[in-house]
């Protein structure tokens, strides 16, 4: 059994996610628990019943980014492997922190900010942070290793950056003292305005980032076989072999 072609991966956890945020939003308006358009991405999930939407999200975004990362990170490993570059230990490192980033978006969705503020502020921190230095990394490796042209990477370089970016403008306006400093309403009003365009900016551009992998994935398949894990190649095609160990019962 084969599964060809896993470009759909990454467009699945994109689409979803997105999704999942503009349904939360949505919901939160419509239901009257929010007094202004302009809400913090946590803000969407912090009552019933977009709460326990904001929740499935996030888990299944966890779990799917978990698959389209360690996917990445096979697909690295023989790529690398191809055009003689030892760069294991390091792409174990970034497959570390892409899984962290994960395990922060679980608690983002298991720890809503109107009950555990400290930890989901948190795993939000893990979340995006480690996955803004994951992105850039594998960012500037794909340069080398990914089956896309020059162009695309030079996009998907930019959105890392931007990501990387709008993070640091989040921090500046809403954690540092700049917040803080501010006297008159008119100001805070303008650092929170900017502190959650920043943060809706970092979260669309880290999941566009993973749209430009559609190009590497599609040559990317599963084979299935049993009582072995290997990894093939055919044609252009990559191939990831799994087998299966059967299960033997003695009755």
């Not at 470009?7 to 009257?32: D, K, N, Q, R, S």
């Not at 760069?87 to 970034?94: A, F, G, Y």
């Not at 042209?149 to 890392?160: D, F, G, P, Q, T």
């Not at 305005?193 to 599609?218: G, N």
């Amino acid at each position: 059994m084969e599964i060809q072609g896993l470009a759909f991966l990454p467009c699945i956890w994109v689409t979803w996610t997105l999704l999942g945020l503009c349904v939360t939003y949505t919901m939160t308006i419509l239901e009257g628990h929010a007094p202004t358009y302009i809400l913090y991405i946590s803000e969407t999930g912090s009552y019933f019943p977009e709460s326990n939407v904001f929740t499935t999200v996030f888990m299944l975004s966890s779990i799917l980014g978990a698959a389209t990362i360690f996917f990445q990170y096979r697909f690295l490993d023989i790529q690398s492997a191809a055009i003689q570059i030892h760069r294991s230990p390091s792409q174990k490192l970034l497959l570390l922190v892409g899984l962290a980033s994960c395990i922060g978006t679980s608690v983002v969705a298991m720890f809503q900010v109107e009950h555990f503020p400290v930890i989901h502020r948190t795993g939000a921190f893990i979340s995006l942070g480690f996955g803004a230095v994951y992105n850039v990394c594998q960012s500037k490796f794909l340069y080398q290793m990914s089956l896309s042209n020059l162009y695309m990477c030079h996009i998907r370089m930019a959105l890392s950056l931007i990501m990387a970016g709008s993070l640091i403008t989040f921090f500046l306006f809403k954690i540092t003292l700049i917040y803080e400093l501010c006297t008159r309403r008119h100001c805070k009003k303008i650092c929170d305005t900017s502190a959650v365009i920043s943060e809706w900016l970092s979260v669309l551009t880290f999941m566009l980032h993973y749209l430009t992998y559609c190009k590497d994935f599609q040559d990317l398949c599963i084979k299935w076989k049993w009582n072995k894990c290997d990894i093939i190649t055919s044609r252009n095609r990559i191939c990831i072999e799994t087998k299966l160990s059967a299960l033997q019962e003695d009755i």
